[in-house]
């Protein structure tokens, strides 16, 4: 299985960005995987923002919730985490993560950074 992610970049503060996972290797329409949305800001613990359970429910952390969202694109076989109302705060490398169990996680894309001035 592999996670490539993109979608990252700069932007001001009440601006919105659109981050993508794509998965290889896995149908995200099997079902049987956790997937998750991972940051961390420089200097800063990993913290988990999302989590999408293996039934299709989502959840976020309180921080984002409200401001983030997660869909899905069976076809192409990615998913998405849009972000909105974003804030300095929110400034942090962005991650994309699967498996079959919480912890630990077995697949990690290579993230992609998000800046918000």
């Known amino acids: 299985v592999q996670l490539v992610e993109s979608g990252g970049g700069s932007v001001q503060a009440g601006g919105s960005l659109k981050l993508s996972c794509a998965a290889s290797g896995y149908n995200l329409n099997s079902g049987g995987y956790y997937m998750g949305w991972f940051r961390q800001a420089l200097g800063m613990s990993r913290e988990r923002i999302a989590l999408v359970d293996r039934d299709g429910t989502t959840s976020f952390t309180d921080s984002v919730k409200g401001r983030f969202t997660i869909t899905k694109d069976y076809d192409w076989n990615i998913w998405y985490l849009q972000m909105n109302n974003l804030k300095p705060e929110d400034s942090a490398t962005y991650y994309c993560?699967?498996?079959?169990?919480?912890?630990?996680?077995?697949?990690w894309g290579q993230g992609t950074q998000v800046t918000v001035s």
């Open positions: 993560a699967a498996g079959p169990r919480l912890e630990p996680w077995a697949y």
